[in-house]
């Protein structure tokens, strides 16, 4: 029986890892477009506020202080 278990183990692990390393690159993928791109972020806080909020607190904690507020003062004299 371990013979039979040995190749679905394999398998499971294999599905794991690929899906640990989709995970990897897809929040790379939003991390970068947000860093990049005001738009974006603005997009962000109207369809996902909780991940932009993750980003700001995470540049807040590491020092980088400021981008909420560049953002919102932009969001704001957009609309006017």
Same mark, same amino acid.
Request: charged share 20%.
């Given at each position: 029986?371990?013979?039979?278990?040995?190749?679905?183990?394999k398998?499971?692990?294999?599905?794991?890892?690929?899906?640990?390393?989709?995970?990897?690159?897809?929040?790379?993928?939003?991390?970068?477009?947000m860093?990049?791109?005001?738009?974006?972020? &603005?997009?962000?806080?109207?369809?996902?506020?909780?991940?932009?909020?993750?980003?700001?607190?995470?540049?807040?904690?590491?020092?980088?202080?400021?981008?909420?507020? &560049?953002? &919102?003062?932009?969001?704001?004299?957009?609309?006017?």
């Amino acid at each position: 029986m371990a013979c039979t278990m040995e190749p679905l183990a394999k398998k499971i692990f294999k599905g794991i890892l690929v899906a640990e390393v989709m995970g990897i690159l897809g929040a790379y993928f939003v991390f970068n477009k947000m860093n990049t791109s005001q738009d974006f972020r &603005q997009t962000m806080s109207k369809k996902f506020p909780f991940i932009l909020e993750v980003y700001y607190k995470s540049f807040y904690h590491s020092g980088m202080y400021g981008i909420r507020q &560049q953002d &919102q003062e932009k969001w704001m004299n957009s609309k006017n």
